[in-house]
């Protein structure tokens, strides 16, 4: 009943019919607004960053800026490679090679969110536009997602890769 009421409030100064209104407008908007509240919030909270004054916490994002920095030739380092998976390393290589190094705490964030967009596509393909927007809350709002993204590390980006893939098998197998 609350629902009938909005889409009266919001589609009938438009000179819409509510009959006729897709409820995934109304869910796409508000998970659009609430993920860039998020977005600003994290970019504000991490703005003061730069690899300079970055705390580093886990001995694994020096060690992802380390061979970021010996792939891109930008810096001679004492340090060998460690032959870790080679995508960040390669992603902060050219980074470094571009003089946007200061932009590598932020990577976390911007995979944060490019996740909930992804999880948003592919859930809406699938399911009815408020499971969807229940699935990216829940994801959106998860402390483990949330605190990972805080940090230079590879698991925010290979959320972002695994749930692109579990799309992509998904919309294979249909």
């Known amino acids: 009943m609350p629902f009938?009421?909005?889409r009266h409030i919001v589609l009938c100064p438009?000179?819409?019919?509510?009959?006729?209104?897709?409820?995934?407008?109304?869910?796409?908007?508000?998970?659009?607004?609430?993920?860039?509240a998020i977005f600003i919030f994290l970019i504000q909270l991490r703005s003061s960053f730069s690899l300079y004054t970055y705390p580093f916490l886990?001995?694994?994002s020096f060690d992802w800026l380390v061979n970021g920095l010996r792939y891109s030739s930008k810096v001679i380092i004492p340090w060998?490679?460690?032959?870790?998976?080679?995508?960040?390393?390669?992603?902060?290589?050219?980074l470094f090679s571009l003089d946007l190094g200061d932009l590598i705490p932020l990577f976390g964030t911007i995979c944060y969110l490019l996740s909930c967009l992804a999880l948003w596509v592919g859930t809406r393909h699938f399911l009815e536009p408020v499971a969807a927007f229940?699935?990216?809350?829940?994801?959106?709002?998860?402390f483990?997602?949330?605190?990972?993204?805080?940090?230079?590390?590879?698991?925010?980006?290979?959320?972002?890769?695994?749930?692109?893939?579990?799309?992509?098998y998904l919309d294979f197998l249909t």
Do not use: C, E, K
């Open 4 to 6: 009938n009421l909005l």
């Open 14 to 36: 438009m000179g819409q019919n509510p009959n006729h209104y897709y409820p995934s407008r109304f869910l796409g908007g508000a998970l659009a607004a609430s993920l860039l």
């Open 58 to 60: 886990f001995p694994d």
């Open 80 to 94: 060998d490679v460690s032959h870790r998976a080679m995508l960040l390393p390669l992603f902060f290589a050219a």
């Open 134 to 142: 229940l699935a990216v809350l829940f994801f959106a709002t998860s």
């Open 144 to 168: 483990t997602v949330l605190g990972q993204s805080a940090f230079i590390g590879a698991d925010v980006a290979a959320n972002l890769f695994l749930v692109a893939a579990a799309f992509s």
